[in-house]
């Protein structure tokens, strides 16, 4: 079983939509990463966080770190959202990221 | 904007050649980071260095591969003799651990073919 589970795999939306990609792990973090890839292209990080909630722009990231899970959320989805979304873990004591297989986002006009 | 550079951005050759990639991370981060990246594997960590001593190599095929840091401003990762195996995109990434609440800064990568 991998450390870090993501869902869905795929997901296709109409613009406008709201999202929500999931994301369970099983190791105790000091961190979890939400990561951006654009086909071809390189990765951004979207999100770091250890508790609670954050929000930029359209997008909004979640924990909860009894329950081992984050949510990532993007309200009004559009067409340049489409990407693979990465989530990833620090382990405690490292700096390390252990990352899910992501989860390919189509978002249609 | 800060970013960490990749050089080269596509590299393709034949097996059996030496494989070197390069990364030149943000001035002033203290980590650095190698991942791998390939269809069938997702995102791998294969090295990392804080204060360019290595911390974690367990993810790299210690025959074949080598990562050094020879000062702050530059880190390689080194293929010989490399192998169709091999071919994937290669990231760096680099971090500080003096920022606290900080992510890591990925560069575009370097996308190896080997035939």
């Known amino acids: 079983k991998n450390e870090v589970e993501q869902s869905p795999q795929n997901l296709t939306a109409q613009e406008g939509e709201f999202i929500t990609i999931n994301c369970s792990y099983s190791?105790?973090?000091?961190?979890l990463h939400w990561l951006q890839q654009h086909p071809g292209g390189g990765i951004v990080s979207l999100f770091m966080?250890?508790?609670g909630k954050k929000k930029h722009g359209r997008l909004i990231a979640t924990i909860n770190i009894q329950e081992k899970h984050s949510s990532l959320h993007i309200t009004a989805s559009h067409p340049r959202d489409s990407a693979v979304y990465i989530c990833?873990?620090?382990?405690?004591?490292?700096?390390?990221?252990?990352f899910g297989t992501g989860t390919r986002l189509q978002v249609f006009p | 904007d800060a970013r960490v550079t990749q050089t080269p951005r596509h590299k393709v050759t034949e097996m059996g050649q030496e494989v070197t990639m390069r990364c030149q991370p943000i001035?002033?981060?203290?980590?650095v980071f190698w991942y791998r990246q390939t269809m069938m594997q997702g995102l791998e960590l294969l090295a990392y260095?804080?204060?360019?001593?290595?911390?974690?190599d367990s993810g790299m095929p210690k025959d074949r591969f080598s990562a050094e840091m020879p000062d702050a401003t530059l880190a390689t990762l080194k293929i010989q003799p490399s192998e169709p195996r091999d071919s994937a995109v290669y990231f760096c990434?680099?971090?500080?651990?003096?920022?606290?609440?900080?992510?890591?800064?990925f560069g575009d990568g370097t996308r190896l073919s080997i035939l």
């Open positions: 990434a680099s971090g500080s651990t003096r920022q606290g609440d900080q992510p890591q800064h």
């Open positions: 190791v105790g973090i000091s961190a």
């Open positions: 966080l250890s508790s």
């Open positions: 990833a873990v620090s382990p405690h004591n490292t700096d390390k990221l252990i």
């Open positions: 001035l002033g981060h203290n980590t």
């Open positions: 260095f804080r204060n360019r001593a290595p911390l974690d």
